[in-house]
């Protein structure tokens, strides 16, 4: 991986409490992903250095974008899908030169962005829909390409927000009264543009009033549940106990989970859905005993032209973040020994048959199949 910490320049650190960067966050108020800053510069949370420290990175260059991407400063689908549109809208900002420099070089940093992370569809639909408003834009002159181009990045920004928001109140209804919810992975404002998808059905039941509660997988390697999503239901005042991935089937047994809701990376036509490595177990657990089990996301996570999930592409990380494990100063301790080789699928696919139901802003899919989804397919 590249070393990114040494190549950004230092921001101020920023706890809770203290303003946000963006003068008007679509995210939320608190804390966002990203976010493109007046002046064409693109903000991240270092979701790496979370939950001890809240920091902002600010970007500028489509190199520092992809870097922001691959190494997980940003991570979640949706959320990967909004940043890597920024990406495009600081590749625009960058190149003041003629229309046909700029074709070059937005397509150039299309083709950097996309090849960020492989399994997450939302990459390829965002970067899809930009290329479509650049080639629009080429005609136009430096400063009004570039509007134009940061105007349609917001705009994709703000949707995937109102499409959180919509999941949120379609799935809030499967949530009993006093249910105890467990989730894997980290799927709120965090994965998404804001508010998010699994923890969006979370935030929705609990603004309704129902009193629920959230067991949140730890989830190995990278522990987004341990760090990302208890500190989101935290903030949100919303009752959460952190658990290791390999309590859940002990949780299930002794009747303490109600349901299960998940986020996804990629829906293939028929239904089944990759998620964060750990998914797929959770959900034969739930399985064998009668736990509901619900996979929230955008349409932008669907893939129709994907048949099944043997077409879905796993992304392969770095051996070292297994190997190795983090430390809050930067370091790590490592915690395999030398010359043993690890494993690092970073996510796994989920059957259909194994899915009660996918919940996006469309609508429910219920029973999960091909041809329910595709019912949503034209809306």
């Known amino acids: 991986m590249s070393d990114i910490k040494n190549r950004f320049a230092p921001v101020p650190t920023l706890r809770t409490g203290q303003a946000h960067p963006h003068p008007e966050p679509i995210g939320g108020a608190q804390y966002s992903a990203v976010e493109l800053m007046p002046g064409y510069r693109v903000v991240v949370l270092d979701q790496r250095k979370l939950p001890s420290v809240e920091r902002y990175e600010f970007l500028v260059r489509v190199e520092e974008v992809a870097d922001a991407i691959r190494d997980m400063l940003v991570r979640g689908a949706p959320a990967i899908g909004v940043c890597a549109a920024y990406g495009m809208v600081a590749a625009a900002a960058a190149e003041k030169g003629n229309a046909a420099a700029f074709v070059s070089a937005m397509k150039a940093a299309d083709a950097l962005l996309r090849a960020t992370r492989p399994t997450a569809v939302n990459l390829a639909w965002a970067l ?3 290329k479509r408003v650049t080639d629009e834009a080429r005609s136009l002159d430096y400063i009004a390409r570039t509007k134009r181009v940061a105007a349609e990045a917001r705009s994709l920004h703000k949707a995937e927000v109102a499409a959180c928001r919509a999941i949120g109140a379609l ?7 006093g249910a ?15 508010y998010g998808t699994a923890l969006g059905i979370v935030r929705a039941a609990h603004e ?4 629920v509660r959230v067991l949140a997988c730890e989830t190995r390697p990278y522990l987004q549940g341990a760090r990302l999503t208890a500190w989101e239901l935290s903030k949100d005042q919303i009752p959460v106990e952190v658990i290791t991935d390999s309590m859940a089937a002990h949780f299930m047994s002794k009747k303490a989970v109600d349901l299960v809701v998940v986020g996804a990376d990629r829906i293939a036509r028929n239904g089944d859905a990759a998620n964060k490595i750990g998914t797929y177990g959770l959900a034969c657990i739930a399985a064998a005993h009668e736990v509901p089990f619900y996979v929230a996301a955008p349409w932008s996570t669907v893939d129709l032209g994907c ?14 973040e297994l ?38 802003e469309r609508g429910v899919v219920q029973p999960v199949s091909e041809g329910e989804l595709a019912k949503l397919a034209t809306q």
């Open 323 to 360: 190997s190795h494990f983090a430390l809050p100063d930067g370091g790590s301790v490592q915690i395999v020994p030398d010359g043993v080789r690890v494993r690092n699928p970073s996510f796994d696919v989920t059957p259909h048959a194994l899915i009660t139901a996918i919940v996006t």
């Open 128 to 130: 899809d829909r930009m």
């Open 307 to 320: 048949a099944n999930g043997d077409a879905i592409p796993i992304e392969e990380r770095s051996e070292r």
């Open 171 to 177: 799935g809030a209804p499967f949530v009993p009264e």
């Open 180 to 194: 105890t919810i467990l989730t894997h992975c980290n799927a709120g404002a965090l994965a998404t543009g804001g």
């Open 208 to 211: 309704a009033g129902k009193k």
